[in-house]
């Protein structure tokens, strides 16, 4: 079958384009273009993904990748804390929360371990717990449900007493996404700047 393109040359201020197949209808044509045109917004959209970038919160210690900057914001959950909300989707959020209040971290990170162990943490599942650590200061990570459709993994990494928790929800049974996970992995520890 062979293939006719058919360009009317446009001037500035025109935005139609006309494409025609040899024994093609239009609307079969306007299927080609609009695939055409999905090609290319996802080759630009991968482009935007490279264009991540690191952002270094030095007052609190820490750093991360993402694809825009971070919202900075008074936690309303913890009010003495800041959280550090990424937002890919409605459905697709990070969020890494700095309690300014230093805690005991074995005391704390023993309560949520057995906590989650035993079932006291309420909708927490026992079977995602497992330790981790970032620079050899330890940590904890598990997941629980926020409701019957959202699921929450939650990481805690405690460096002298100061508490980082990381968030990423999902929904249901699907993993984090791509990016979401490529968020919490690319969470580094810098020098806490003088205040």
Known sequence: ?????????????????????????????????????????VLASSQARKAWKEYVYAQDGFALRAPHDPDAHVDAALPDSTAYTVRLSPDDVITIRVPHEKRDCNA??????????????????????????????????????????????????????????LSGSRSGDRPLSVEATRILESFRLVAKASK
């Not at 057995?114 to 079977?127: H, P, T």
């Open 108 to 165: 704390v990170l023993g309560k949520l371990r057995d906590g989650v162990r035993n079932g006291k943490m309420q909708k927490s599942r026992a079977s995602s717990l497992k330790e981790v650590s970032i620079s050899g200061h330890p940590g904890l990570e598990y997941e629980w449900n926020v409701s019957p459709s959202t699921v929450t993994r939650e990481r805690y990494y405690c460096v002298n007493g100061q508490f980082y928790i």
């Open 1 to 41: 079958m062979a293939v006719r393109w058919t360009f009317r040359r446009l001037s500035l201020f025109e935005t139609s384009r006309r494409v025609t197949f040899a024994g093609m209808k239009s609307g079969r044509a306007a299927i080609v273009v609009a695939l055409w045109f999905s090609a290319i917004s």
